[in-house]
């Protein structure tokens, strides 16, 4: 990641950019937000804004790049080839219910937000094919193309999470093992995941 630029004094408004507009976007939609409403709830001026951003989709690329950085650390852990594969799927699940609200979009128009989300995806999807590889390989999953299950898991939860948000209810996530562990073709190993 380059050096954010610096306004000859020390500054947090580049953070404090990408942590509001990552935010807002996710308690509404991209297109609901401006760079005056970012701004505001930032309490960094327009001019601060565009010294660091040219437009609000870079502001907005840069901070679901930023929300990668720190997500990637859990996932590291939870899909640490130290841990059986099941083990790592469950743990998935419950890292998802822990850490979701119910708001936001899960898409946009704007070509430079969209490919970067599809990159996103692309990067965890590459946890989830490796979990479903080893279970595959160590037969608790049933034969099949990891990378096609992971695909399949991965818009599973989406749209869990979408169901969630239209019924404002974030109990529907309690079929995630269910839905996950029978689209692998595993059982759900007893016990708490770890």
């Not at 937000?33 to 502001?59: H, M, P, W």
């Not at 019924?167 to 996530?173: A, E, S, T």
Request: contains cysteine; positive net charge; aromatic residues 10%.
């Amino acid at each position: 990641m380059r050096a954010p630029k610096t306004m000859g004094r020390t500054s947090d408004a580049r953070e404090k950019l990408l942590s509001v507009a990552f935010d807002l976007i996710h308690e509404s939609s991209y297109g609901s937000v401006g760079v005056e409403q970012i701004c505001q709830r930032a309490g960094v001026n327009k001019g601060s804004f565009y010294y660091f951003f040219k437009t609000k989709t870079d502001l907005v690329v840069a901070a679901y790049e930023e929300h990668w950085l720190l997500k990637q650390p859990d996932y590291e852990r939870i899909f640490s080839q130290k841990k059986p594969p099941l083990q790592r799927l469950r743990a998935w699940c419950d890292y998802v219910r822990k850490n979701t609200s119910v708001g936001g979009e899960l898409a946009t128009q704007d070509k430079k937000v969209r490919l970067e989300t599809q990159a996103l995806i692309d990067r965890f999807v590459k946890y989830l094919s490796g979990a479903i590889a080893d279970a595959i390989t160590d037969g608790s999953a049933a034969p099949g193309d990891p990378q096609t299950k992971a695909k399949l898991v991965h818009a599973f939860v989406v749209g869990l999470l979408l169901r969630a948000k239209i019924y404002n209810d974030l109990k529907i996530l309690s079929h995630l093992e269910t839905g996950l562990f029978a689209l692998i073709g595993a059982k759900i190993p007893k016990g708490p995941a770890k």
